[in-house]
T-cell receptor, first 115, second 111 residues
């Protein structure tokens, strides 16, 4: 069964500190892995996308890593800011025959950055 | 630059009523999607479309219908609303299988 599990469920950190969010998946056949940021009351916004051959991708203070062998990904946030408070969603795309891949969404990690 | 626009933003319905949620995108994307988001669960795909005039069922299609008469619009209909359909509904669009652009959601409560 295709699954995406994220940990921790929630996290509180102080402004300026770093943090790492985890994503484990059992999705086959793998196409790519995406991280999204969802602010409260808003739709998800794409942060990074990584294919099988990419093991790291950065977007400003966000750095995603991918280990396709162990089927794990992490999202590292550097020098956190209050605006980083949001839910971070890991999404894995599975290849299938047809016009579009199947996307499997994790339930997200809720991050709160406190001053 | 509007991106993906959803209307309405909020709605309260009574059981058995019908309504249509509208999604409009201005990025000329071929692919459009409807999701629902419930507490403690990941986004679940209701229906999707890979082009004007085509639609397909997603993971949880029962109780919903869709139409894609114009490339920029994707409509989600509830024919007879049920309390189990209380949720936040998100529309998204993409260029093929590239990362999706999401709207800000429609919060729907069914009493």
């Amino acid at each position: 069964k295709n699954q995406v599990e994220q940990s921790p469920q929630s996290l509180i950190i102080l402004e300026g500190k770093n943090c790492t969010l985890q994503c484990n998946y059992t999705v086959s056949p793998f196409s790519n892995l995406r991280w999204y940021k969802q602010d409260t009351g808003r739709g998800p916004v794409s942060l990074t996308i990584m294919t099988f051959s990419e093991n790291t991708k950065s977007n400003g203070r966000y750095t995603a890593t991918l280990d396709a062998d162990t089927k794990q990904s992490s999202l590292h946030i550097t020098a956190s800011q209050l605006s980083d408070s949001a839910s971070y969603i890991c999404v894995v795309s599975a290849r299938r025959g047809g016009a579009t891949n199947k996307l499997i969404f994790g339930t997200g990690t809720l991050l709160a950055v406190q001053p | 630059n509007a991106g993906v626009t959803q209307t309405p933003k909020f709605r309260v319905l009574k059981t058995g009523q019908s309504m249509t949620l509208l999604c409009a995108q201005d990025m000329n994307h071929e692919y459009m999607y409807w999701y629902r988001q419930d507490p403690g669960m990941g986004l679940r795909l209701i229906h999707y479309s890979v082009g004007e005039g085509t639609t397909a069922k997603g993971e949880v299609p029962d109780g919903y219908n869709v139409s894609r008469l114009k490339k920029q619009n994707f409509l989600l209909g509830l024919e007879s609303a049920a309390p189990s359909q209380t949720s936040v509904y998100f529309c998204a669009s993409s260029y093929r299988d590239q990362p999706q652009h999401f709207g800000d959601g429609t919060r729907l409560s069914i009493l």
